[in-house]
């Protein structure tokens, strides 16, 4: 079985998992002799903890900052979830390819756990921003719950969801690319539990092509 790494993971220990990852992605190329694109090796490797993203930032540098940051930093949000477009607020960014989707949604493939272990780990500490958390660590079906107004402001920006309802606030656009890269990337059923609990939450306040987008985004897609 994998090691799963927290977010609060000693940096000693995520030195043995870049070292790990970066064999891991040699390994797979000699074994199938195909080489991966650049948004597919980008994407791998920062999510394997092997790479960083467009301004030198790993995976545990972003999971370690606060949510202030995470409200004002604006281009982040497309590595930790990718789709297969580019987005206008971060040209940089790679997109999602076939071959990501397929290393992170086929249980056969080598790299599969551990991507899917450290992409657990992105969608939780998303979800605590915004309010929410998961009831089961690292089950596929797990549940998200909302405890936005039970949780300790511990640095100065509230983890409450209601702060996104207003219309037009931008942590709905980042809702709805968190929604769909889950459901490319093998959260589905995730995904379908979060957007439940969003909807619920925001009972009265969502405006209705919000709610479009989040159905829409959470629409299965086939397998690679």
Not at 34 to 44: F, G, T
Not at 157 to 171: I, K, T, V, W
Request: aromatic share 10%; with cysteine; net charge negative.
């Amino acid at each position: 079985m994998a090691t799963q790494l927290s977010a609060c993971a000693p940096a000693e220990q995520w030195c043995h998992v870049r070292i790990d990852a970066t064999l891991l992605i040699s390994k797979f190329t000699f074994l199938t002799s195909i080489p991966m694109s650049e948004d597919c090796e980008l994407i791998i490797s920062f999510y394997l903890g092997a790479g960083t993203d467009h301004m030198g930032r790993s995976l545990q540098d972003i999971l370690d900052q606060d949510n202030k940051w995470m409200e004002n930093t604006h281009d982040y949000i497309q590595w930790l979830f990718p789709l297969y477009v580019s987005s206008q607020f971060n040209l940089r960014a790679p997109i999602l390819t076939d071959e990501v989707r397929e290393a992170f949604v086929d249980p056969a493939h080598p790299l599969h756990t551990k991507l899917q272990a450290n992409f657990e780990r992105a969608i939780d500490r998303l979800l605590q921003f915004h309010g929410f958390v998961s009831k089961s660590p690292f089950e596929p079906t797990k549940v998200v719950e909302y405890i936005g107004r039970r949780l300790i402001n511990l640095d100065g920006y509230p983890l409450d969801f209601h702060a996104c309802l207003r219309e037009g606030n931008h942590n709905q656009l980042r809702i709805t690319r968190m929604l769909r890269s889950m459901t490319l990337m093998g959260r589905n059923e995730l995904a379908v539990s979060f957007r439940d609990e969003l909807v619920l939450v925001g009972k009265g306040h969502l405006a209705p092509k919000t709610i479009k987008f989040w159905d829409e985004a959470i629409i299965p897609v086939k397998n690679c």
